[in-house]
């Protein structure tokens, strides 16, 4: 028998039950496409996270105090939360290349929130941040249109103020008209000096819903005097992120005084951490997703199996007249080998197509990127489950005496 | 053994389950059939005519004895030589027909052609000639269920007859026709034989074993009569 007739034999054993056959080939299908799919969606979330921390930057280290920042805000004053309160005077220390060598820029940081008006339209702004202008190289915010304020503008209080993107086009509707125009921050008028460049959301708030003003014009027209939020840290190279944090952990801990018996009340998140930490997270949600998968592949290859041994049960008398006309075992075994298969492999075809075109789209807000190697994993996969599942009811027809299948009801 | 013998069997015998419930279907059956001759084979219901065809026809195994088949021991053959054995040299026409159900009828004659590894063009042409010789051109698309009982069996005969085997082997062959279809079948079975074929029939009706020149008669897993009836 030429492997053509023989794949004539399965093709027509296969639409000789179509319903039967399509459904088994829908349960590989949906193993198949689910593996890509959830493996794509898995990796994709993966890359995005990692794109976004690092356009944060990598060398960043955010320093907060859990002892007294924003102690007035909170209303809790006392000595000991006062004591940890981050000062102007902690930012320039770090900025020392002295004591801080590893450190190459420094930039103090108080949020306040407010409301901008331009005209008759108003926008309330979630997040003002007063800052120095090293802020924005080293948190990765570029300034799009116009420009940055200057250490001058600073030191004199200047008040110029930067919008975000969604900032400016909320008052200005176009945000290129936005630079030179002035706009009242709460009482006080602002000249826009420039308009940052969009980033994407890192999280539940929108990023470009943000001004940010030098830190002393912020301070005298807004905040008041009260303790910085945080304290943004660049280490000078991605690899010597460490050594600038524990030179800035010394550093404050000496500055403030800290007992050596007591935990550091000072909270710095390290960029490189975090970036670490959410890419191990997405690597085993990605593993999670993929596990997922595999199941439901192995369920369709139950089916492939289930599926089978019904056709090879109902089929035993046609396998006797088969083997009492001269077919030899293995002839037989071909032609169930190659049905299942079949059912398998175009199974596995539907499958990959189905999850070709499902990738292409945003899925629960993630951009699904496709692993080529799940592709041909998924794929090699329902072949063999295809193989395996089908051999065992296939051998245990291709095994009987004639007379015995013949005789089978 | 004699050279002739196509066919050879010794002591035969075979049993079905064990201990008490064990059936003694055949008790020791020798016999000899030479190529070329007609021999019919009558006894009771359950005498255990179909457990000896099916020896003959290599799709069982006897229990003990041996049998010969054309020169070689049947029980020494491998899977494979006994499948090419049963392809080969013998056609069997089954009581029941026993064609694949949703194949055409050209389809299932071209069956055992396609196991015995002919090239395409040449099964669909002996197919065609076999299907012709039965009588049935005008029905070779169509499949089992829809033709009759007679046509059914003539279409078995026709694939019994394809691969042009030496022995034929049917099992109660007209036991479904009526008068005019037992005729046709059983004139076709007396062409075979004219052609040289050895042809071993059972039956029930005696106007059918009148066909053949040698009558056996089984009787309780035995040979109890063993005689030619016409020269
Ligand atoms: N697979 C089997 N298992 C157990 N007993 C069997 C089996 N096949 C046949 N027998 C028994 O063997 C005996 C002979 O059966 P066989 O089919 O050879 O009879 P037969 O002569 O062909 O009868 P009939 O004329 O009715 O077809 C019977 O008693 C039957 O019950
Ligand atoms: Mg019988």
Redesign the interface.
């Known amino acids: ?2 492997p053509r ?1 023989l794949m004539g034999a399965a093709l ?1 054993g296969l639409s ?1 039950n179509k319903l039967r056959s399509l459904l088994t080939v829908l349960g590989v299908s949906i193993g198949v496409g689910a593996v890509i799919v959830l493996v794509a969606v898995g990796n994709g979330s993966g890359k995005a996270v990692q794109a976004r921390l690092e356009a944060m930057g990598t060398n960043l280290l955010t320093v907060s105090t859990t002892g007294g920042g924003g102690g007035f805000a909170r209303g809790q004053a006392g000595p000991s939360a006062q004591q940890y309160s981050l000062t102007l005077a902690d930012a320039a220390a770090l900025a020392d290349d002295r004591l801080a060598p590893d450190v190459s820029a420094v930039a103090p940081v108080m949020t306040s929130s407010g409301t901008a008006t331009s005209g008759d339209t108003s926008y309330t702004v979630n997040q003002v941040i007063g800052t120095t202008p090293e802020y924005m190289p080293a948190t990765n915010t570029p300034v799009e249109l116009g420009q940055s304020f200057t250490q001058q503008d600073v030191d004199t209080s200047q008040r110029v103020i930067l919008l975000g993107q969604t900032a400016a086009t909320e008052l200005f509707t176009r945000p290129a008209t936005a630079v030179g125009q002035t706009i009242k921050l709460g009482a006080v008028d602002f000249v826009v000096r420039g308009v940052l460049a969009s980033k994407d959301s890192t999280g539940f708030s929108d990023p470009n819903a943000t001004a940010i003003v030098p830190i002393s014009t912020l301070r005298a027209t807004q905040a008041g005097y009260g303790p910085l939020n945080q304290i943004v840290v660049q280490a000078a190279d991605k690899d010597r992120v460490d050594t600038a944090q524990a030179e800035v952990t010394q550093l404050l801990t000496a500055r403030h005084q800290v007992p050596t018996d007591q935990t550091s009340p000072f909270r710095i998140a390290n960029s490189a951490q975090i970036l670490q930490t959410s890419q191990d997270t997405a690597a085993t949600f990605t593993a999670l997703l993929a596990t997922v998968a595999a199941i439901s592949l192995v369920v369709g290859g139950i089916g492939v199996t289930n599926i089978m041994l019904v056709t090879v049960t109902e089929r035993t ?2 396998i ?10 293995r ?1 037989i075994l071909g032609q169930f080998l190659i049905e299942a298969t079949l059912l398998s492999l175009i199974g596995g075809a539907v499958g990959v197509a189905v999850a070709l075109i499902v990738t292409r789209f945003q899925l629960a807000g993630v951009q699904p990127v496709l692993v080529p190697s799940s592709i041909g994993l998924a794929l090699g996969v329902s072949a063999a489950v295809g193989l395996f599942f089908g051999s065992m009811p296939a051998h245990r027809a291709a095994g009987l ?3 015995d299948a ?1 005789r089978h009801e | 053994m004699a050279a002739d013998a196509l066919i050879e069997i010794r002591d035969v015998t075979k049993r079905y389950g064990s201990g008490e419930t064990a059936v003694h279907a055949l008790r020791g059956v020798s016999l000899r059939v030479e190529a070329g001759e007609y021999v019919a084979v009558m006894g009771s219901s359950g005498s255990g005519k179909s457990t000896l065809m099916n020896i003959l026809g290599c799709l069982d195994v006897p229990s003990r004895g041996e049998y010969w088949l054309d020169g070689s021991n049947v029980a020494r053959l491998t899977e494979d030589q006994q499948a090419l054995v049963r392809g080969r040299k013998i056609g069997f026409i089954f009581q029941s027909f026993n064609l694949i159900p949703r194949t055409t009828a050209l389809a299932n004659v071209e069956l055992p052609l396609t196991y015995a590894h002919l090239r395409r063009t040449e099964r669909r042409k002996r197919a065609a000639r076999a299907l012709a010789l039965v009588g049935l051109s005008d029905r070779a698309d169509h499949r089992p269920n829809e033709l009759s009982g007679g046509q059914q069996q003539r279409v078995a005969i026709a694939r019994a007859l394809a691969t042009g085997p030496r022995i034929l082997l049917a099992d109660e062959p007209t036991g479904n026709l009526d008068a005019h279809s037992t005729d046709e079948v059983l004139g076709m079975f007396d062409q075979l034989n004219a052609d040289g074929r050895t042809v071993v029939v059972i039956t029930h009706e005696h106007d059918v074993a009148a066909r053949a020149r040698r009558l056996i008669q089984v009787s309780d897993g035995r040979i109890v009569a063993d005689e030619v009836t016409r020269r």
């Open positions: 028998m030429t007739d027509r000789a008398r046609e006797g007249i088969r083997k009492a006309l001269g077919a030899r075992r002839t005496r004639p007379i013949l």
